[in-house]
Structure formats: C-alpha cells, structure tokens
C-alpha cells in the first residue's frame, strides 16, 4: 500500500470511500508520521486517543453508507483555534494551561463534517511573526532545505506550524489564520497552497483575536482542490461573529479545473520592488504567462497606496492587538503572578506572560492610540487604510477580475537570521500580503516554482470581495504548469 501520509486530501477521500484504507488506518499512519517528526516541532500537542476515537465514528458512517463532505478526513488546527476540553495556548505562556469549554465555529465545522483532530500547531505568539520564532513553544523548522546545506530554515509565520506540517505529511490539511499574512507567507515557504478568504467569509468566533479588523480563518493544504474542499466546510455565517457575511457558501471545488478564457488579470507596477530577488521577477513573469496561455488577458495596473501598506498596518495591527489583548490580566484564565496589590499583580503577569514580541505590539499600540497621538499615528493609518481599498475598488471597476503579484519577497530564510537587530526586516516579509487583510480581500498562494538553492517559492492571487471562486480556478492553472512540490525528507 503506498504510504497514506502522502495522499491529497482529495485523494483521501476517493480512498475511503472505495474502502481502501479505513479513516483508523489514515488517522495511525499519521500519528506515527507526527511521532517520527518532533525534529520540526510543528505540533505542540498531539491528541492520539481523541483522534482515533474520531477516526472510528468516521469508520463506523462509512460503513452505514453515511457520506460528510470530510468524513474520516485527518486535520491539524492551528493553536489559535480554541478546542473544547483542549489545551488552547496561542503559543504564548500567558495562557498557560488553558482548556477551553467551547469550540471555535470553524473547527466546530470541521467536525461537523467529519474531520479528525490530530492535534494542535504551533505558530508565531498570538499569531505576530513571520517566521514562528515567537512562539513560546519554540521555533518550527521548514521539512525544506537549501541543497546540499543542512542550516535550519523557518517555515514562515505566524501559521508556521500548520504550513510545515501540511507540507511534510505530517496532516491532510490545517486551519491558519491570517492578520497581515499568516496563511500565504508560511505556504508560500513550505510550497503548499494557503487561502486567506474575504473579510467576514469564516467566523472568528473562538479564534483568539489578534487584530480583529484584519483577522481571517482559512485553509492551508497540499492542493488548491484540498484548499476548496476545506473552505467550504470552513466559511459560512456566524451570528456569534458580528462581522460575519450572510452570503451563501459556493461549492469551491466546482471553480477547480474552471477555464479561465477572457479573465483580466492585473500585474500592478508597485509591487515590483528595487532589490528584489530576480528569480522572484522572474517567477511573476513566468506566472503571467502561464495564466495568457490559459487564455486570460494580462493588464498592467497601479495600486499608488501600496508603499503605504505596511507602515499602516504596523499602527493598526498593534493598535488593535493592545486592546485585544487587555484581557489577559492573571484574573480569569492563564498564567498569575503574584504581586504586592491588583495592579501589582497584573503588570508582574503580563511581564512575565508576554514575549518580547507582542510586549513591543502592545507598546506601540498603546502609543498610537494614546491622547495626543491617536490623531497623528491611528487615524491617519486608518485613512491610508480607505485608499489602500479604493484602489483596489478602482482597479476592479476596470473589469480586472484578479491580481497576480508575488507571495513574498524571497524564499523562507534560517532561524535565527531575520529581525534581531531591527524587527522591521521581519516585518518587510509582509510587503505583498498586508495590502490585502488591509482591504478585506480574499488572497489565495500557490507554489509556482524554487530559486537557485531549491526552496519553494510562491506566487499570489488577489480577488474580488467573496469571490474566491476565481482565485481557485487560476490558481489551479498556475499549479498544472508549475507541478507540485515536495521536501525531501530528512527528519
Ligand atoms: N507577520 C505579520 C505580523 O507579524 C502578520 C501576522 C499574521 O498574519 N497573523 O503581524
């Protein structure tokens, strides 16, 4: 039999249906596969009895013929997502131990139609990073290598965790999150397909909240139809996320293998940046003309805000995860420091809970927010904000019906390297993907070929609000003509 952990999910599917192979049998090869793989620390909790438990139940509706859109179907969930009766941290210490008494709405989705649970991923701390390396759990290491060099490379972050677990069978998808990149940075690392939907498309309900206005819940996977399968099961209108979208939930997959004929692309001047990579140049290049040979029109558009994006988006973000993250205080759950009085104890459990990362988010979002300054630093992000999104609205009431930019502006690079001297070298990763959680748009990153050391690079895909329809059938395009990519295994 060949190995299970190397199916799509797609294919998974086929198989347990024909009775190939029972969901328990899946489920076990996975958890071994888990097991033989903490040289990656991609999980930071496996749940074996939970899992195996699951799989049966899924066993026992394959064989009464009962059908679920992802019965039996092995899935990792980001740390982000809270899980009933579940350690639930965010990778950050101030957690501690905390079980949550309630499931979030997407992974309660996930179960509703059959998945199983393999365990929790890790990520950046409260999902701030690019590369995974705040998280209290410790860095994880991308299953890539550069050839014929073994120096550990991140996977990217924050959904680090769910991208190298995907990307090294380790599950047949993941859920992520994506505030400014999260989803498509770490795929375009590990050389899977991520997916950040429109604003409001998935509930965030049970997610614990980063930056609320930007948050979005997606899929992380194998293959751009394992990416459209897990979304449909992922989306839909929550009335306990009050900016959750009451619009239907189309059938993803249906648009995988769609023609793409006539479609106007728009290549945007501004995010061809100086200094970058020229294999990165020439991967966008080379990603246009595959789409033109697919029969899609190529036009040349401008998004004059784009220089704009990431500095806004470094007072917003922060702005929003400093009151967001007011609530942890030692009182209710997670980590308490004692202290001489209340606000004694407070300050002692933040200091000692927080990581150095989201302790600078908090200052500067406390700073930018604060009497005097909210004017001159919030306010004004927010304005850059509303022309960042009319300049997409502009180039879409053009008939552009998507945007092809690259996902990121290098390959993934080694723990350690990025970010220590000056954390804005760490943000700079987020330059092609800000502008996107900035406008609410959906954004999906497809693996579209490797630089000259062999590591995966990928390419993105911007869409029209809640049509993420078009994202999967040019993004299938660009994955027929790029093939797929894989690791070669090490650990
Ligand atoms: N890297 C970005 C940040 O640190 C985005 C993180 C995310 O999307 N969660 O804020």
Redesign the pocket.
């Known amino acids: 039999m060949t190995d299970l952990t190397s199916l799509t999910l797609a294919e998974a599917r086929e198989g347990l249906a024909k009775k190939s192979f029972t969901s328990l049998e899946l489920t076990d090869a996975h958890l071994t596969a888990i097991d033989q793989a903490q040289a990656l620390n991609a999980y930071v909790l496996t749940t074996h009895d939970r899992a195996r438990e699951m799989a049966r139940a899924a066993d026992e509706r394959i064989g009464k013929g009962e059908g679920a859109p992802l019965n039996g179907i092995p899935l990792g969930i980001k740390d982000l997502f809270a899980t009933e009766g579940i350690r639930t941290t965010a990778c950050s210490k101030i957690l501690g131990n905390f079980v949550p008494p309630y499931e979030s709405t997407v992974t309660s989705q996930l179960w509703r139609d059959g998945a199983v649970l393999l365990g929790k991923l890790n990520n950046?701390e409260f999902?701030?990073?690019?590369s995974n390396e705040t998280s209290c759990f410790g860095p994880v290491v991308n299953p890539w290598r550069r050839a014929g060099d073994a120096t550990a490379l991140v996977p990217g972050?924050?959904?680090g965790g769910s991208a190298a677990a995907v990307a090294a069978n380790l599950c047949l998808g993941a859920t992520a999150?994506?505030?400014?990149?999260?989803?498509r940075?770490p795929a375009s690392f590990a050389g899977i397909v991520g997916i950040k939907p429109t604003y409001g498309r998935c509930s965030r309900w049970g997610i614990v909240a980063?930056a609320s206005s930007?948050?979005q819940a997606g899929p992380v996977a194998k293959t751009v139809r394992d990416a459209a399968i897990l979304m449909r099961s992922m989306s839909g209108h929550d009335p306990k996320d009050t900016t959750s979208v009451n619009v239907p939930v189309p059938d993803f997959e249906a648009a995988v293998g769609k023609s793409v004929k006539g479609m106007k692309i728009g290549i945007p001047k501004e995010y061809r940046l100086d200094g970058m990579p020229g294999e990165i140049n020439k991967l966008w290049a080379q990603g246009a003309e595959w789409l033109k040979a697919a029969g899609a029109e190529l036009v040349e558009v401008s998004l004059p805000h784009t220089k704009y994006a990431l500095p806004a988006?470094?007072i917003v973000?922060p702005a929003e995860a400093s009151s967001n993250l007011a609530r942890y205080d030692g009182v209710r759950y997670g980590l308490r420091e004692q202290g001489r009085n209340i606000v004694d104890m407070y300050e002692n459990t933040r200091a000692a809970g927080f990581g150095a990362e989201v302790r600078r988010r908090v200052m500067i979002g406390t700073y930018v927010l604060s009497a005097g300054y909210y004017d001159a630093y919030y306010l004004r992000a927010q304005k850059v904000r509303t022309l960042i999104k009319k300049d997409f609205e502009d180039c879409f009431a053009k008939g552009v019906q998507a945007i092809l930019t690259p996902a990121t502006p290098s390959a993934a690079f080694g723990v350690g390297e990025k970010g220590k001297a000056d954390p804005v070298e760490?943000?700079l990763?987020?330059i092609f993907?800000?502008t996107v959680?900035m406008a609410g748009l959906p954004g999906i990153a497809v693996p579209a070929g490797t630089d000259a050391q062999g590591l995966p690079l990928g390419l993105q895909l911007i869409g029209r609000p809640f049509d993420e329809e078009t994202l999967f059938s040019l993004g299938e395009v660009i994955e027929q003509a790029a093939g797929r990519f894989s690791p070669k295994r090490w650990w």
Not at 177 to 183: E, L
């Open positions: 950046d999902a701030m990073g690019s972050g924050s959904s999150t994506d505030t400014g990149g999260s989803i940075q980063f930007l948050d988006y470094y973000a760490m943000y990763n987020d993907t800000v959680n």
